[in-house]
């Protein structure tokens, strides 16, 4: 089977940078089939990359490498990281992209650099790139750079929005247990009280709770986008009650 390399980035689709960053992949491994989870997450939003790369990686096979570079700190002096977890293999910045993933199995401070030129303000293509490209030569992380014992996790435990997809559905991080008769979810000084299995469930235009394809409660709109509605934003926090 070719090798699997999933891509995850903020880049967006208007300039090169994504292309630029799969060509040094290919060029030294043209046989790899490199899948692109999104490149339109909002810039500099850790969070939701986080997010959007926890509930994607597991859905590939065994043995795939996942390169995540939502990085607002490149070219500083912030660690370059591979996280082991059950048979996979995430390459990003040490910022707290992978914090839902934790624990992993296994965590390297990457040391290895490239050899030639090095762009301060480009180290998905200069680093990262040719880094997944060592990885595919069957090169063992361990051979890359020490453990490390304390990455960068942010504060995922307190109940807040994770993710807006395109549609407008605010993503929480409460998991769907919490989602029972008499349950009421509170954001930005909104109390949303209506449970629905699907969008179809709720009056047009109105606000409902279902639970979403990630197992975790969303607050969502019939055919309108419930963020506008609430004003929502990644990171905001949100409350849960009952009664």
Known sequence: MKPIVTFISDFGQRDGYVAQVKARILSRHPD?????????????????????????????PYSSIHLAIVDPGVGSERAIIAVEKDGHLLIGPDNGVFSFIYPANKVIEVKWRPSGSISPTFHGRDIFAPLVGVVLDNDKIENLGPPMGSPVILDIHRPMIVHIDRFGNIITNLDCSHLKPGCRLTVS???????????????????????????????????????DIIDAKIGMPVSLSFG
């Open 32 to 60: 790899a089939c490199i899948v692109d989870i999104t490149h339109q997450v909002s810039p500099h939003d850790i969070i939701s990359g986080a997010w959007l790369i926890y509930t994607s990686y597991s859905w590939f």
């Open 189 to 227: 000084g909104i109390t949303i009280a209506l449970i629905a299995k699907t969008f179809t469930d709720i009056p047009y235009g109105e606000l409902g709770l279902v639970c979403g394809s990630a197992s975790t409660i969303e607050i969502v709109a019939n055919q309108a986008r419930a963020d």
